[in-house]
Nanobody, 129 residues
Framework: VQLVESGGGLVQAGVSLRLSCAAS????????IAWFRQVPGKEREPVSC????????NYPESVKGRFTTSSDMAKNTAFLQMNSLTLEDTAVYYC???????????????????????WGKGTLVTVSS
């Protein structure tokens, strides 16, 4: 199983960025795909979760209204659209796949990083002023 993130980079505050998470070795039909971010020295923070089978999503308050997650099951890929980026969004962004939060489980309700089965290696997003 591989999850490969892409789309990170250096951007100015206020702009938008879309991250991709390409999955291989698993099918999005059976898993939820979550995004997390981490700043060095800080705990990993949940960003979004999507159950591709039914489209249910979940976001923490910190990004609700600015970030949107989606998926393309034909491409076995999930996305994270990030709008109105701020300096505080600077982090390494990881995607992860979870069977427990997928269609046979909680469908993203209460998702956290403890029940993720597979992780990508991350993509760096740096927001400058």
């Amino acid at each position: 199983v591989q999850l490969v993130e892409s789309g990170g980079g250096l951007v100015q505050a206020g702009v938008s960025l879309r991250l991709s998470c390409a999955a291989s070795g698993l099918t999005l039909e059976d898993f939820a795909i979550a995004w997390f971010r981490q700043v060095p020295g800080k705990e990993r923070e949940p960003v979004s979760c999507i159950n591709p089978t039914d489209g249910k999503t979940n976001y923490p308050e910190s990004v609700k209204g600015r970030f949107t997650t989606s998926s393309d099951m034909a491409k076995n890929t999930a996305f994270l659209q990030m709008n109105s980026l701020t300096l505080e969004d600077t982090a390494v962004y990881y995607c992860a796949a979870s069977f427990a939060y997928g269609p046979y489980g909680n469908s993203c309700q209460g998702f956290d990083d403890h029940a993720m089965d597979f992780w990508g290696k991350g993509t760096l997003v740096t927001v400058s002023s």
